[in-house]
């Protein structure tokens, strides 16, 4: 269902900008238009922009500053013949280019959509981007039927990933990951999670974390980090799981901590890796520490790791591909982002979340691609989004929302990003497509044409 805002945004007046004018002043106003005078309404307040983005067919967007539940997700703002004015980083203001209130001098730079769509960045929460290595050779394995077991004696699984990330340099883990955030760039991601957890040790968890901090200021993707040194048990500490948490709460989350080079502590909650007890006392102890906290949670058992993201109060949890239903209401209650996986499910063959599930549970659902060099080689937004809304039953606008504005709050930042609204951050992308439904219509295709962030074009195709 859309809220369609075609001569005024009921919503955007609501934002305390303006007040909402009368009909009948409305109707002068159309008049006067049609007359071809030009008349600036007495309510409308003039704006300080540096940047304008007119001749927008359609704008599409999210609203709100926290994330949206449920049935909610398939609702959206929709504006047409709409126009963005931004100051520095920030918009201003939204809505219909017929009602742009004036702008104060300076003239603001402009862009031209040329008729086209406009939605806000996408937020992909869940990534593991600084990485060294491949594992292609392991990925043909799987494609062709061998069991994980048998892969892993082998020669394959995590392990190959943490030996080739212990022994790459900062230099080439930037050049590596530099790459990967300028091809999501390209596909319209304007905001990128990033989990360590290839190191699973301190020196290499701390060279992964600092990477990605340097990597923040040398190009426009802002990267919210992750320690994810629970990602697996190291070799160091085989068959010792609850020996290796607690080296991590009494060596590394305190260097982590100290350093200032995380936001959140994420652990992968599963039968066999780390136990429900033992993620407790692990996330027990980075919350302490001030670190905000996900969980890779029921992936491959129904552990009960989404109800462990409930209890201690996690952003998100991640996976849920065998989640308790009574778990997922916990969750709902508890307002932790339900992060769907799609694209991991693709590749290995496994069936997809049940997104209708967690909606009707009330969660809040967020959509990621899990980029990582074992599981799922890859962050094709155009692929995730088209998978969402043939093979797991979302609607164009749920799967918009999870990943824009739930993207932002499975990162706690819907505040500040996420969707096109006056005072959130300028972060948008012009589509080559009369409509946001080609997201999912032109299928496995990138339709994005420009990518403005921060009130910047950093991207453009044509």
């Not at 007495?42 to 599409?60: C, H």
């Not at 030996?163 to 596909?187: F, K, P, Q, W």
């Not at 959130?424 to 339709?447: C, E, Q, V």
């Amino acid at each position: 269902m859309l809220v369609k805002c075609t001569t005024a945004s009921r919503h955007l007046y609501f934002q305390g900008l303006h007040p909402e004018p009368s009909l009948d002043h409305r109707l002068r106003s159309a008049l006067l238009r049609r007359l071809g005078l030009r008349f600036e309404p007495s309510w409308k307040a003039a704006v300080k922009a540096t940047l304008l983005i007119r001749n927008i067919g359609q704008l599409a967007t999210p609203a709100g500053t926290d994330a949206v539940r449920g049935s909610s997700m398939d609702r959206l703002t929709v504006i047409k013949d709409a126009a963005i004015a931004i100051d520095l980083e920030r918009i201003v203001w939204v809505g219909p280019e017929a009602d742009l209130p004036p702008i104060d001098d300076p003239a603001p730079n402009e862009i031209d959509a040329l008729g086209r769509t406009v939605v806000p960045g996408f937020v992909d929460s869940h990534t593991h981007f600084v990485f060294g290595g491949y594992r292609d050779e392991e990925f043909l394995w799987r494609a062709e039927g061998v069991p994980y077991m048998e892969i892993h004696e082998r020669g394959g699984g995590i392990a190959t990933s943490v030996n080739a990330t212990r022994a790459a340099s900062v230099d080439e883990l930037m050049a590596l990951a530099g790459n990967r955030l300028a091809r999501m760039l390209e596909l319209g991601v304007t905001t990128v999670e990033g989990k360590s957890g290839y190191g699973l040790d301190l020196e290499t968890e701390l060279r992964q974390l600092a990477v990605m901090s340097r990597l923040s200021s040398l190009q426009p993707v802002d990267i919210v980090p992750t320690y994810l040194g629970a990602h697996s048990i190291p070799m160091e500490f085989k068959g010792d799981p609850s020996g290796y948490v607690d080296y991590m709460i009494a060596t590394v989350l305190p260097r982590v901590h100290e350093q200032s080079v995380a936001r959140f502590c994420d652990i992968f909650c599963e039968k066999g890796v780390f136990e429900l007890e033992e993620s407790r006392r692990y996330l027990e102890a980075a919350a302490a520490l001030g670190f905000k906290l996900k969980l890779h949670a029921d992936e491959l058992y129904r552990l009960g790791g989404a109800g462990l993201a409930a209890e201690t109060g996690a952003i998100s949890a991640d996976h849920l591909l065998k989640a308790d239903p009574v778990d997922l209401v916990k969750m709902a209650n508890a307002g932790v982002v339900a992060t769907c996986l799609p694209l991991t499910a693709f590749v290995l063959r496994e069936p997809y979340p049940d997104v209708k599930a967690m909606m009707t549970a009330g969660c809040a659902v967020a959509l990621a691609s899990d980029l990582n060099p074992g599981s799922c080689y890859s962050q094709s937004i155009p692929l995730m989004f088209a998978i969402a809304v043939l093979y797991m039953g979302m609607s164009a606008e749920a799967a918009l929302t999870a990943l824009t504005l739930n993207g932002a709050a499975a990162l706690d930042l819907a505040g500040d990003r996420g969707s096109l609204e006056p005072g959130k951050l300028a972060d948008a992308l012009i589509l080559d497509a009369p409509s946001y439904r080609h997201l999912a219509y032109h299928t496995g295709m990138n339709i994005v044409d420009t990518v403005i962030k921060r009130g910047k074009v950093v991207s453009i195709r044509s």
